[in-house]
């Protein structure tokens, strides 16, 4: 296995998960255990993919630590080892970390003056920060 560092490892501990890996976890993440082809049945239409790909793709993240598989007769079972929060966590900390200078702030600042935010985003956001002060 590739050593961890602070490079390529996301704070859930696990190395840096590709657009590909990501799409594979979402679907684990959705239903698991499951297969390669219950994995394939979800992913590979959309994105263009056949099994071969789907088991690439599963082998990396079973290196990677962020899978665990199980024999199953003939096949395997993966199941994800990190919480989807745990990522989405992680993923979202380095992004704030790497284009705003480690501060949320400058981030909704971004995306409101690119009008990215709905009215209901900035609701929504209100009233997340309004239970945060309490």
Known sequence: MVARTKANTSDAGVERISDAE??????LWERSPQTAAEVCES?????????????????RLVQKGAL?????????LYTP???????VGGESQ??????????????????????????????????????LKK
Do not use: N, Q
């Open 22 to 27: 990501h799409a594979v976890m979402e679907a």
């Open 43 to 59: 992913v590979c239409k959309d994105r263009g993919w056949s099994i071969p790909t789907v088991k690439t793709l599963l082998s």
């Open 68 to 76: 665990a598989t199980k024999p199953d007769g003939r096949r395997f």
């Open 81 to 87: 080892l990190i919480a989807r929060s745990a990522y």
């Open 94 to 131: 380095r992004l704030v970390d790497r284009l705003f200078g480690g501060r949320a702030a400058p981030l909704f600042a971004h995306l409101a003056e690119s009008e990215a935010l709905s009215e209901d985003d900035i609701a929504e956001i209100e009233s997340i920060l309004r239970e």
